[in-house]
């Protein structure tokens, strides 16, 4: 898919198109992009400040990756309980994870998408960490993208997505995608 940089009120739609405004100081710019190797795709997106964040962008920031934070650690839970013979959590426990986390905060509405889907010959598969996702277990071999994301209409909007491969038999959880997630400001 085509590189997507969404700025100020386009990075408050999930999977907007750019639009015309200038990119000025203050504004949240959103990067969605990939890749694609011997026919294995890569997703990754990344929130961008122009100039210092706001108090409140920055809150945003922090919830978000603290969502997924707490993501991480309930998969690194999940594949050590897979390796006792306990199944693994469906998809959607996950994002009920994140949607909770978002709302305990209580200042920010939760994203409106599903937390990650499959990866791998295609940019989106199987398995589905969403609402709507089935009722079962995740496979124990399997790579997918954890994307939590907060939107303020009209205003901004934060996501900040990183693959994972799960692998129960190894006892492994390990996060691909390795450009850095910390606040990065540019611009300035």
């Not at 996950?94 to 909770?100: K, M, N, T």
């Not at 993208?145 to 997505?161: A, F, H, K, Q």
């Not at 006892?171 to 450009?179: I, L, P, Q, S």
């Amino acid at each position: 898919f085509d590189v997507a940089c969404l700025a100020g009120a386009e990075a408050a739609l999930p999977h907007g198109s750019p639009g015309q405004r200038p990119v000025t100081t203050g504004a949240v710019l959103l990067f969605d992009f990939g890749a694609q190797v011997e026919g294995y795709r890569s997703d990754m997106t990344r929130t961008l400040f122009v100039g210092e964040p706001t108090e409140r962008d920055r809150a945003v920031y922090g919830v978000v990756a603290g969502a997924q934070d707490i993501v991480f650690e309930a998969l690194d839970e999940a594949v050590s309980g897979a390796r006792a013979g306990e199944p693994l959590p469906p998809g959607r426990s996950f994002d009920a994870l994140a949607r909770s986390y978002i709302e305990a905060d209580g200042r920010f509405p939760v994203y409106g998408h599903g937390l990650g889907h499959g990866i791998g010959l295609a940019t989106h598969e199987l398995p589905g960490l969403g609402m709507r996702s089935p009722e079962v277990p995740l496979p124990e071999r399997t790579v997918f993208s954890v994307e939590p994301g907060i939107y303020l209409e009209g205003e901004m909007g934060v996501r900040i997505e990183d693959l994972v491969v799960i692998d129960v038999e190894a006892g492994r959880v390990d996060r691909v995608t390795k450009f850095p997630r910390d606040e990065v400001v540019v611009g300035v």
